[in-house]
Structures are given as structure tokens and as C-alpha cells.
């Protein structure tokens, strides 16, 4: 059974309901929202194995309730074989429809044309539960027209000041038996999930955003989690970004107080198409860093160093073959602290 409860402001119980199980086994309930009318939605996903013919995957639900809890309806999504459809949050409008985020086929509804793999999925619900569209992120070809391979997902949302969303979750950048390919991924999409930018993160081995927020200044609040030593080493990060998703500071948590770093600018600049430099770099303490060069868009072009550093002044190799003339941007991650520098490269 579901279990769902209402609490009073002082915690105590004004009334509970018991909801029917929508799967038998291993079902999962991350999301919830309230609606204007104080209508809930409850979405998560279950195991289907043995239970729906011809899939073996998760399957989505939403539970849709009146204000005391009694179920007005319940939806199951159904992906394609062998392809996990998950819910992890919603916003409900203002309208009566819902956004909601998690993972599913690799296909944008209504279009059953596409059918690979799963994706970053953003989808508008309407006030019946059935899909309005849905948008796939994080797979070459949809989405940021980047290469990525199964699974990516967002985990948390959030309505940004123009009425548009911002998404955080894990993007994967390899191939999808290898967890250390994961990144922290960030999008911004407007009113109709239509992508304005993204970006993607790297710390350690492995990262992810578990939550995002809006900030009051345009820019966005991020908790998220670096994984190394083959899972056998965990750290959860406060990071702040700018309105761009360019990051301003992060703040770890459990770990010890922040090292100081530096970042010059590379030498010679404007770097020549084709050419080649150095940049020189300082840790006051010895760090797992990593040094990379991305492009306008926040797209990772070059990784220059990264692991762990002793501490001291390194210098690294810039080598611009294969890049495009433009402006891109050369950032430093190290002990819990981000400095970036502007990189112009010439034709």
C-alpha cells in the first residue's frame, strides 16, 4: 500500500490514506505536488517484471487525489521494451497540467518513430493525466545534439523568473556499463521545454545534481554528490551558478576547509586555431582537480589535467587544434573552489 499523510504545521496528523499499490513489487514514490485547489499528485515508478507482457523495465505512474487524500485517478506510462520510464518531481501549474521530470524512452512524443535507449525526459501532463509532449535531453541526435549513451535523468526541477524550468540530473558520457562516465548535468529550457542551454559537470569519476533551486539572483542553488575510489568515496557539494549555469562557488560538505587556488591566462593569448600554449596553475594544498576548456555553450572541449595534484604551481598544455575560432573558457575545480579564465582563439 501507499501510504499518504497530511501533517499539520506543528507536525501533528490531520489524516492519512492508504492507496492501493499501482505495481506489486518495487515500487518507488519520489514526487509529489499540491495544486492550487490543494489537489495532490503522487508520480514514482515500478517493476514490471513478469507483470506487463513484453516489458521488463520500470514503468511511471501518477496518482492524482482530491484535498483529502481520496484517489481521483491514476495513470501508468508506458515505454518502450526493456526501456525504464521513471518520475523523480513535478511542479503543478497554475492551469491544472503538471511538469514533470525523470527518465524515459528515447522518443518525443507523440513521435513512436524514435526508439532508443533512455533519456532526461521533461513532460507536460494535463489536468487528466494524459501526455501533452514530451522532451528527450542528453541523447546525440535530441535533445543537446551531444554524444551521450543510456541512461541520463533528471532528478529535480525547478520554475525559473522568465515561466521557464530549469532541470538538474546526470548525463552519461560513455558507454552505459561504465558509471565513472557520469556527469552533473544542468538545463534550461523555456515554457514549452524548448532547451535554451546546458551544462555538464565534472569533479570526480562520477557526479550528479540531486536538487536544484532558483536563486533571487537569476542564478541557481545545486546539491550535489562526486563519486571516486570506485564508489568507495562519497562527497556532497553546495554549488551555486550564475543565470547561465556558469559556476560561482562550492561549498563541500564533511570534507576539509577549501584550497586555495589560482588560474592564469594561457600563454600566448589569443591562442592561435591550430596552435598550441600553456597555462600555469597554483594549489595551496595537494587536491583532486581537474582543469578543462569549454566552449560558449558550456560543453566540455578539452580536459588539460585532472586527479590528484600535490600542491604547489603546475603548468599545463593548451592545444587548440580542433577548435573553432570563438571564445571559450578555461576553469579550474579544485578542493571545493571554481575559478575560471576567458580564452579567445584566432583563426
Known amino acids: 500500500m501507499i501510504m499518504l499523510i497530511r501533517l499539520g504545521r506543528n507536525g501533528e496528523k490531520i489524516w492519512s490514506r492508504e492507496i492501493p499499490q499501482v505495481f506489486r513489487i518495487a515500487s518507488e514514490l519520489p514526487a509529489l505536488a ?7 499528485y503522487l508520480g514514482g515508478s515500478g517493476d514490471t517484471t513478469n507483470l506487463h507482457p513484453g516489458y521488463d523495465g520500470r514503468l511511471a505512474f501518477i496518482i492524482k487525489t482530491d484535498s483529502n487524500g481520496q484517489q481521483l485517478w491514476r495513470k501508468i506510462y508506458i515505454g518502450n521494451f526493456h526501456s525504464n520510464q521513471t518520475i523523480r518531481d513535478f511542479i503543478a501549474l497554475e492551469d491544472g497540467s503538471l511538469m514533470a521530470c525523470g527518465q524515459g524512452n528515447g522518443h518525443s512524443y507523440p513521435d513512436p518513430g524514435w526508439n532508443t535507449g533512455e533519456d532526461g525526459c521533461l513532460w507536460k501532463i494535463a489536468p487528466d493525466g494524459d501526455v501533452i509532449w514530451q522532451r528527450n535531453f542528453g541523447f546525440d541526435g535530441k535533445g543537446d545534439g551531444i554524444t551521450s549513451h543510456e541512461p541520463d535523468e533528471f532528478y529535480s526541477m525547478d520554475r525559473t523568473r522568465d515561466g521557464g524550468f530549469i532541470l538538474a540530473g546526470q548525463l552519461r558520457s560513455g558507454p552505459a556499463t561504465d558509471d565513472s562516465t557520469l556527469s552533473a548535468y544542468l538545463v534550461k529550457v523555456d515554457s514549452n521545454g524548448m532547451q535554451q542551454w ?69 600563454y600566448p593569448h589569443p591562442l592561435a586555431a591550430q596552435g598550441s600554449g600553456t597555462v600555469r596553475y597554483t594549489l595551496a594544498q595537494a587536491s583532486n582537480l581537474r582543469l578543462s576548456l569549454h566552449d560558449a555553450l558550456g560543453r566540455e572541449a578539452r580536459v588539460l589535467a585532472s586527479g590528484f595534484t600535490d600542491a604547489g604551481e603546475h603548468i599545463a598544455s593548451v592545444e587548440s587544434g580542433g577548435l573553432a575560432p570563438g571564445l571559450y573558457l578555461l576553469r579550474l575545480l579544485a578542493g571545493g573552489q571554481a575559478v575560471q579564465k576567458t580564452v579567445i582563439v584566432t583563426r
Open 34 to 40: 499540491r495544486s492550487r485547489s490543494n489537489e495532490y
Open 198 to 266: 546546458w551544462r555538464s559537470y565534472r569533479f570526480e569519476s562520477t557526479d550528479r545534481f540531486w536538487k536544484v533551486k532558483s536563486a533571487s539572483d537569476g542564478g541557481y542553488i545545486l546539491v550535489g554528490e562526486s563519486i571516486w575510489n570506485n564508489f568507495a568515496s562519497r562527497n556532497l557539494y553546495l554549488m551555486k551558478t550564475d543565470s547561465l549555469g556558469f559556476c560561482e562557488g562550492i561549498t563541500s560538505v564533511g570534507s576539509p576547509a577549501p584550497v586555495s587556488i589560482s588560474l592564469d591566462t594561457p
